[in-house]
């Protein structure tokens, strides 16, 4: 009888390890599967995310550039509004400038906005804030009686673009080279 209780005892033990290890099985199959699918999303959304800040910067380089080209030739602009009376007031020219410059801009900082995380998006601020400057100089150069340029300003505003830019860089830099992991990226 001993031995007969010594084997039920075995088998239950048995049955008991083997229900056990299916369990624990199961856990460790369903938290791979978990993990593989985050890394795998992280890897969808560090591309997209490289798209737009890669999309953001070159957009950014042309605007400044526009800028730039329309605040060096303000003068001409003055000189043919003056002799012509040219078709519109210099701050309907301006003004149409700046709202071409900012359809260009807005879906860019846009998508970076949706995107994140919260390092870039906070940089990618800076840009805005820099725009902001900018199109406030060009605004108030362009309403200015008797015309005048505002070179200074322009070029305290044109640098502050140069440092925004800047800052997005290394904080795009940083969460592109940032590999994803498991545990998503709440350390970014």
């Known amino acids: 009888m001993n031995e007969a209780w010594a084997a039920i005892i075995a088998a239950i033990a048995a049955g008991l390890f083997g229900i056990g290890g299916a ?3 199961l856990i460790v199959g369903r938290r791979q599967t978990t993990d593989q699918a985050h890394v795998e999303h992280g ?4 591309e997209q995310r490289l798209q737009a800040y890669t999309n953001l910067v070159d957009t950014w380089d042309t605007v400044i550039k526009n800028l730039q080209t329309f605040q060096s030739n303000w003068w001409r602009e003055v000189e043919a509004y003056q002799e012509h009376g040219g078709e519109a007031h210099l ?4 003004g149409r400038e700046i709202g071409e410059a900012w ?6 900082t846009e998508r970076v906005e949706l995107l994140g995380p919260g390092k870039a998006v906070e940089a990618m601020h800076g840009i ?10 060009l605004g108030d150069q362009a309403s200015a009686e008797p015309y005048t340029t505002l070179e200074d300003r322009w070029y305290q505003a044109y640098g502050k673009g140069h440092v925004a830019r800047t800052n997005f860089h290394i904080a795009a830099s940083t969460v592109v080279q940032t590999p994803p992991s498991p545990e998503g990226e709440f350390r970014l």
């Open 128 to 137: 805005l804030d820099a725009w902001r400057e900018l199109s406030h100089v």
């Open 103 to 108: 359809a260009t801009l807005r879906p860019a």
């Open 91 to 94: 701050s309907v020219i301006a």
């Open 43 to 46: 890897h969808w959304l560090r």
């Open 23 to 25: 369990f624990v099985g």
